[in-house]
């Protein structure tokens, strides 16, 4: 059974706990163990559903990869961008000379 729920049980106890449940659910039993079953066949077939649903989702995304070419997965995509990827713009040296240029606001170094 699951050992790890039950611990060690004998045969005396699991008698006792049978016993126990014929009395509870007498001629019901029948019934409470169909119900039972009836429910883990469903939530199995609810975890196979997801694991198809994640399986297929992977599979799409890798044919996805695919058929980008080569140079956009070397160059990257600009973040956010929708439909048709196009590759990130690389920045002009300009725009890395003014950054540095100026070492904080005017009039901040003392004199």
Do not use: W, Y
């Amino acid at each position: 059974m699951f050992p790890a729920l039950i611990g060690n049980l004998g045969t005396t106890e699991v008698i006792v706990i049978l016993v126990l449940a014929l009395l509870l659910f007498g001629r019901r039993l029948p019934e409470v163990g169909r119900s039972l079953g009836r429910g883990i066949v469903e939530f199995k077939k609810g975890v196979k559903g997801i694991e198809d649903d994640i399986r297929d989702d992977m599979d799409r995304s890798d044919r996805d990869i695919e058929r980008i070419p080569e140079t956009q997965k070397r160059e990257g995509f600009r973040a956010g961008s929708s439909g048709d990827a196009a590759p990130a713009p690389k920045p002009d040296s300009t725009d890395v000379d003014k950054g540095s240029a100026g070492a904080g606001p005017a009039g901040s170094h003392a004199s």
